[in-house]
């Protein structure tokens, strides 16, 4: 059957018997199901194309994200380049090591002498001139701090801690000095031979970072240590002034100077590359920026019940997952090549001697991996908020991991000869993440194709050409004296696959699983069920056990006998069946008194050509029926037969007969109103000239013409309101239901609004649910109440109102009330006074008493003298109205609370 066909069918139910017997043509199901598909992949392509499209900017943006990295990374390099340049030392500074620095602590003691002897002309002297030589006081800066036994300075040091900053044990023996581990080893400075005399010394300088904080230690320079050697320098030269003195020999100086070894070029860091170094860390983005993009778009769609909209007209899951993972595909390699193209232009060695094909491959096979993982995270998330938070968390996660991982040595590491058992675990379970897969394949290449440290070579080496036998090739080395042996690259890309595969059929298990996602969710063991492969289970018993009470007078219970007789007589609906539908919603595994009985056993007929409307508090659960009717969410019991089809079998098949508007607009921002409309009708297999006409005239009809090539994202409340009022008429959809159609729409648009839904009354079943008792008044053909759940009262409005109003209304306006009260107890003595204050009364009569009211009427209309003329003379005013539906609604429901929109 072609789409214009299964449109323009003159009656509809033929249709639908046609589709029946279709059942038995599987070949020509199989051709209906993948034209339709087809058409909704489409369909679906030129939603996503469009939206893109609108979101310039954005989309430029993302594409563009590794060109930015690209010339991020160039700066990088340059700024390396330079940093290394700098390091390399041309002119080195000198330092001049024979002058002591002077400590500055409280107290401190530059340099402490501990003597092995008594003090005596030697020591004197040669202590003298270290303090002169470097400017520092004898007695305060050097200092005599013990005698005799070397122990001795040493336990003054340990006592005095952290205020001597060099100290000397200064031998002028002779004098055997004892042992001990401090000075490590014995040394005896008195010597056998008379003839010369032996002078030592000992140097200890204070170098604990903490302790040294107050010497000059503190900020010597690096060659050598710096106080101890300058102490010797001044020790030696004192020692031999001393001697050359005696002697008559003239001053004698020593000059010790140090300056840093010049560092020579291309020694660890010249010929770095960022990119081989951190590459994986930065080329991690652009995959992401698709990763981001997906995922917030598919939960923008998810939160705006946009899926759900689309699902309710008719579009399978494939069609929408597919237009999904196609878009996905064309920007992973938008922005693939938009990173190769960059890194050409950048001039980096990994893009220029890595073949094109393999460069590709490694960037999309991580996209695709990245997009399903989206997929994935957006069957657990509601809202776009969410979306993005985890978006982030993703990325900062992804990119703590990216920042280790881009070493490839340390992946390499986890392949080492002989690893233990939980290493191979955790590289397994690192196998399973696709960054992982992505740097361990980036680093492969990048070590040979980019330029890179050789650890053979102890240097870093310019890249070479990274050929397909390098693809193919396992990799063998050493990292840190231990070897390694690492799969090929194909293998690692192969990998990549089964993670996106894996992945995929994680999110396809979740997107059924999940509730919220797709309306109804299926059971976790979907899979092995026949619905799940096309089977039907068997059609609803026939029998159904309702207790009738036989002289009831209850609408509701005829209702339910009347749906018993037409199920025991087989009798097709042709509106809509409600067979004991119910639903609760359960707050927790087992059954508790918090589960919330939404939708109590209801049992109703609307037969063609009706508009019935719900009315019923807030929580009365309107929406939730109009849900199950929609197969947004499933019963928990009964079922509901739509034009002949079942609810729980056939919501395919009655979503081609179901037009809905829903109590939130589901619409794209992004999206003009006509194209809303061409998008819906195409969704309704209606063909394009068929949908433009059509889109005018209603369009039209709900006063949106001169706005049908705006964008919905500028349209005020009420007006998107409109939209999904035509909206929901579109594709000559047999059964309407319209969820609170008129919320926020000024008088005139609605009363408009009204014209139109009396319009599509016609031939037409339709559910409404509004909070304007005027709207149900205006429109319904019949009025059912629902309280908290279960149907208390269903009929016309007029019967309503006589059933459970009080019929009429007499409005009186006086002076005075008291004796009005008592005349018109005599001329309507039915009447039931309502209300009395101020000088207004208000009577209620019923219908039955109608005689009554004429008698008033005539006493307050005509001139002429009247037995109760006196009652006429005392009455100001007064008026006549008919019971209003709003109090008929009180009444039932009993909740004056409720939220009234009464126009
Ligand atoms: N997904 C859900 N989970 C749990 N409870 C729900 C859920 N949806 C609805 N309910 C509960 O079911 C009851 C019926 O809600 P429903 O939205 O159908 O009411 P309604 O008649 O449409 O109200 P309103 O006039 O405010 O739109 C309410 O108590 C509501 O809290």
């Known amino acids: 059957m072609s789409e214009e066909k299964l449109i323009d069918q003159p009656d509809y139910y033929e249709f639908i018997e046609k589709s029946r017997s279709f059942s038995t043509a599987s070949s020509t199901i199989s051709n209906e199901i993948m034209s339709r598909y087809w058409l909704h992949f489409k369909l679906m392509m030129w939603k996503q194309y469009v939206v893109f499209k609108r979101n310039l900017k954005s989309t430029l943006f993302q594409i563009g994200t590794p060109l930015i990295i690209c010339v991020f990374l160039v700066i990088l390099q340059e700024i390396a380049n330079y940093s290394i340049e700098s390091m390399i030392v041309k002119n080195p500074d000198i330092v001049n090591l024979h002058k002591i620095p002077k400590c500055w602590g409280d107290g401190c003691v530059t340099v402490g002498v501990g003597l092995t002897n008594e003090e005596d002309e030697f020591t004197d002297w040669v202590l003298r001139y270290v303090a002169k030589k470097n400017n520092l006081e004898y007695g305060k800066d050097v200092k005599i701090l013990t005698k005799n036994d070397p122990m001795n300075l040493i336990n003054y040091l340990s006592k005095y801690e952290n205020k001597t900053q060099t100290a000397i044990v200064l031998c002028t023996g002779p004098f055997i000095l004892p042992s001990n581990p401090v000075l490590n080893g014995t040394f005896d400075c008195r010597g056998n031979d008379t003839s010369y005399t032996v002078k030592m010394y000992s140097i200890m300088v204070n170098s604990t970072i903490l302790n040294s904080m107050f010497m000059a230690s503190w900020n010597a320079p690096a060659p050598l240590d710096y106080p101890s050697t300058a102490v010797k320098v001044s020790f030696d030269e004192a020692i031999l002034a001393y001697y050359i003195n005696e002697k008559g020999m003239p001053n004698y100086d020593i000059q010790l100077d140090a300056q840093s070894y010049p560092e020579p070029k291309n020694r660890y860091f010249d010929g770095y590359s960022i990119v081989t170094e951190s590459g994986a860390f930065y080329f991690f983005i652009p995959p992401m920026v698709t990763f981001v993009v997906l995922l917030s778009e598919i939960v923008r769609e998810k939160e705006y019940k946009l899926r759900h909209g689309l699902s309710m007209a008719g579009m399978g899951p494939s069609a929408y997952w597919h237009s999904w993972f196609i878009t996905g595909l064309v920007f992973s390699l938008i922005v693939s090549n938009s990173l190769i193209v960059s890194g050409l232009i950048c001039d980096f060695d990994l893009f220029l001697h890595c073949p094109y094909p393999i460069i590709l491959m490694l960037f999309t096979l991580f996209s695709i991996a990245m997009m399903f993982l989206a997929f994935l995270v957006s069957t657990f998330l509601k809202t776009t908020k969410a979306a993005y938070t985890a978006s982030y968390a993703f990325i900062l996660i992804g990119l703590v991991l990216q920042f280790f991982m881009s070493n490839i040595y ?35 290449i990048a070590l040979k194709a980019s330029s890179h440290y050789s650890n053979s070579a102890h240097r870093w080496v310019s890249g070479d050409d990274y ?29 990549l696959i089964g993670n996106a595969f894996m992945i995929c059929i994680l999110a396809w298990y979740f997107d059924h699983v999940m509730p919220s996602n797709r309306g109804c969710a299926d059971p976790f063991y979907f899979m092995f069920t026949k619905k799940y492969y096309g089977c039907k289970r068997k059609k609803v018993a026939k029998n159904i056990n309702i207790e009738i009470k036989q002289d009831s007078n209850d609408p509701v219970m005829h209702e339910k006998i009347k749906v018993k007789e037409l199920i025991e007589k087989n009798v097709p609906a042709k509106g809509i069946r409600l067979i004991g539908i119910d639903k609760v919603f359960k707050k927790h595994s087992y059954p508790s008194n918090d589960d919330i009985h939404a939708v109590n056993n209801m049992f109703l007929e609307i037969p063609n050509r009706q508009l019935l409307t719900l009315l019923g508090h807030n929580g009365a659960g309107k929406s939730t029926l109009i849900n199950i009717l929609t197969g947004l969410i499933s019963s928990s019991g009964g079922t509901a037969n739509i034009c002949g089809f079942d609810i729980n079998e056939d919501m395919d098949e009655i979503r081609n007969v179901l037009g809905v508007c829903p109590q939130h607009d589901i619409l794209w921002n992004e999206l003009t109103a006509k194209e809303h409309l061409v998008l819906y009708g195409r969704v309704k297999g209606m063909s394009y000239p068929a949908i433009y006409k059509e889109a005018e005239e209603i369009l039209k009809r709900v006063n949106l013409l001169e706005e049908a090539n705006s964008l919905v994202g500028t349209f005020s409340g009420g007006m998107k309101r409109r939209l999904s009022v035509a909206i929901s008429g579109i594709g000559n959809p047999k059964v309407i239901i319209l969820d609170e159609p008129t919320t926020g729409m000024d008088p005139i648009n609605r009363r408009e609004a009204w014209k139109f839904i009396q319009e599509l009354k016609q031939g037409r079943v339709l559910i409404l649910t509004t909070h304007s008792m005027e709207e149900a008044d205006v429109l319904s053909d019949r009025i059912c109440v629902i309280v908290d759940g279960a149907i208390k009262c269903i009929g016309t409005s007029l019967y309503l109102k006589n059933q459970y109003g009080d019929g009429y209304r007499i409005t009186i306006i006086t002076k005075d009330p008291a004796q009005v009260n008592e005349l018109i107890q005599k001329v309507m003595p039915s009447s039931v006074k309502i209300d009395s204050s101020g000088g207004s009364i208000v009577l209620g009569i019923h219908l039955n008493d109608i005689k009554e009211i004429g008698e008033f009427v005539k006493l307050m209309e005509t001139k002429e003298p009247h037995e109760f003329e006196k009652l006429r003379e005392l009455i100001d005013d007064w008026g006549l109205s008919h019971t209003t539906l709003e109090e008929v609604f009180m009444r039932v429901t009993g909740k004056k609370q409720s939220r009234l929109m009464i126009s």
Do not use: C, Q
Request: hydrophobic letters at 45%; charged letters at 10%.
């Open 410 to 444: 340390i992946i390499y590491l986890f392949y080492s000869e002989d690893v233990p058992n939980w290493v191979v675990a955790i590289r397994t379970i690192l196998a399973l993440y696709p960054p992982f897969n992505f740097s361990k394949a980036f680093g492969d």
């Open 467 to 495: 050929t397909w036998h390098d693809f193919v090739k396992t990799i063998h080395g050493k990292v840190s004296g231990t070897s390694y042996s690492v799969p090929p690259t194909i293998v690692t890309m192969v990998t």
